[in-house]
């Protein structure tokens, strides 16, 4: 299986208001390989996102690096943030900036009929839920080519349509071979999704190993609510 991300000594380090050092991730290595479904829980401020910035580039470590086989998309919590355009199309062209029109509209396309969005190529991208805004912010990465996903908090304000629509989104990209990263403390909607479990508490990789086992450890410890179900029901779909 090949590689897809291998995170080695992953250190991050800012200076407060008041002078004074903090260090906010603490020598974290792992690998992620080709194809896998990785959840990475852990409470407010456990370094989640930040992490995930380090690892598409964003945010540069203070020590340790990041390798990865391509470039990595990523879906945020607030998917507002990530519409820039007046249509769902037009958002997906944006990214896009190919001078032949033609074929951009029909990669674009090609992109919303995968997250189901086709339908409303041309309506006004603001006024989508929160469910279908999730999903053209994947399909603006869909279009770029990216086949490794990093998914910060996706199920923030989401019903129960909206998170059982992005798992099954998910599930689908996951059957087409892409790398799937879910970062988010809602276990009980995804769990179920995930190939291996990872936990970050007080910014240090805590855990890093099988879903299941995870299930009969103190999570709580780690400041992630335990859920009580089997691992097989942990997932919102339909």
Same mark, same amino acid.
Request: hydrophobic share 40%.
């Given at each position: 299986?090949?590689?897809?991300?291998?995170?080695?000594?992953?250190?991050?380090?800012?200076?407060?208001?008041?002078?004074?050092?903090?260090?906010?991730?603490?020598?974290?290595?792992?690998?992620?390989?080709?194809?896998?479904?990785?959840?990475?829980?852990?409470?407010?401020?456990?370094?989640?996102?930040?992490?995930?910035?380090?690892?598409?580039?964003?945010?540069?470590?203070?020590?340790?690096?990041?390798?990865?086989?391509?470039?990595?998309?990523?879906?945020?919590?607030?998917?507002?943030?990530?519409?820039?355009?007046?249509?769902?199309?037009?958002?997906?062209?944006?990214?896009?900036?190919?001078?032949?029109?033609?074929?951009?509209? /029909?990669? @674009? &396309? =090609?992109?919303?009929?995968?997250?189901?969005?086709?339908? *409303?190529?041309? !309506? %006004?991208?603001?006024? +989508?839920?929160?469910?279908?805004?999730?999903?053209?912010?994947?399909?603006?990465?869909?279009?770029?080519?990216?086949?490794?996903?990093?998914?910060?908090?996706?199920?923030?304000?989401?019903?129960?349509?909206?998170?059982?629509?992005?798992?099954?989104?998910?599930?689908?990209?996951?059957?087409?071979?892409?790398?799937?990263?879910?970062?988010?403390?809602?276990?009980?909607?995804?769990?179920?999704?995930?190939?291996?479990?990872?936990?970050?508490?007080?910014?240090?990789?805590?855990?890093?190993?099988?879903? /299941?086992? @995870? &299930? =009969?450890?103190?999570?709580?410890?780690?400041?992630?609510? *335990?859920?009580? !179900? %089997?691992?097989?029901? +942990?997932?919102?779909?339909?």
């Amino acid at each position: 299986m090949r590689l897809s991300i291998k995170a080695s000594g992953i250190c991050k380090s800012f200076t407060q208001p008041d002078g004074s050092p903090k260090q906010a991730l603490k020598d974290i290595s792992f690998e992620i390989m080709k194809g896998e479904l990785v959840v990475i829980g852990g409470e407010n401020g456990s370094g989640k996102s930040l992490l995930m910035k380090i690892l598409a580039g964003l945010e540069t470590p203070s020590e340790g690096k990041v390798d990865r086989d391509s470039e990595i998309g990523l879906v945020f919590q607030d998917a507002d943030a990530q519409i820039l355009a007046d249509t769902a199309i037009e958002d997906v062209l944006f990214g896009l900036r190919m001078k032949d029109r033609a074929t951009a509209r /029909a990669k @674009a &396309l =090609a992109a919303l009929e995968k997250v189901g969005l086709d339908a *409303k190529a041309d !309506s %006004p991208s603001h006024f +989508l839920s929160g469910g279908e805004k999730r999903r053209l912010a994947i399909a603006s990465i869909l279009a770029l080519g990216r086949d490794t996903l990093i998914f910060d908090e996706p199920y923030s304000n989401l019903d129960y349509p909206g998170v059982k629509s992005v798992n099954s989104i998910v599930t689908e990209l996951k059957e087409a071979g892409l790398t799937i990263i879910i970062l988010t403390h809602e276990l009980e909607k995804c769990l179920g999704l995930a190939d291996r479990f990872m936990v970050l508490h007080h910014g240090q990789l805590v855990y890093n190993g099988d879903p /299941a086992t @995870a &299930l =009969a450890m103190d999570l709580e410890a780690w400041g992630i609510r *335990k859920p009580e !179900s %089997p691992l097989e029901t +942990l997932v919102w779909r339909s």
